[in-house]
């Protein structure tokens, strides 16, 4: 199981991104998805996630200006990430709880991705 994380990059404050995460491999079923960030610095953070049921909590700091979203059909979530604030400059993980089919068995635990660079800056 892998999960692949696209979408980062250089923006202006105020800007706008959108961040995607799409997992892949002999996947039986995706439970909750979620999206982490880590500044400079700092430990990992909680930015949102969401349920398969599509039900989503976004942190206090992102509320109002970053929304989650996935698309269980194609294995994926998304971060749609608008007015952004040079605060927000981090590295961004998709994080899944994934089961999968092994030889014989299901094996269930939590993917990341391998995180996506975004800058806020002027």
């Known amino acids: 199981v892998q999960l692949q994380a696209s979408g980062g990059g250089l923006v202006q404050p105020g800007g706008s991104l959108k961040l995607s995460c799409v997992a892949s491999g002999r996947i039986h079923s995706i439970d909750l998805m979620g999206w982490y960030r880590q500044a400079p610095g700092k430990q990992r953070e909680l930015v949102a996630t969401i349920t398969r049921g599509g039900r989503a909590t976004h942190a206090d700091a992102v509320k109002g200006r970053f929304a989650i979203s996935r698309d269980n059909a194609k294995k994926s979530v998304h971060l749609q990430m608008n007015n952004l604030k040079p605060e927000d400059t981090a590295v961004y993980y998709c994080?899944?709880?994934?089961?999968?089919?092994?030889?014989?068995?299901?094996?269930?635990?939590?993917?990341w991705g391998q995180g996506t660079l975004v800058t806020v800056s002027s």
């Open positions: 994080n899944a709880d994934i089961t999968s089919y092994e030889v014989t068995y299901l094996l269930s635990d939590s993917y």
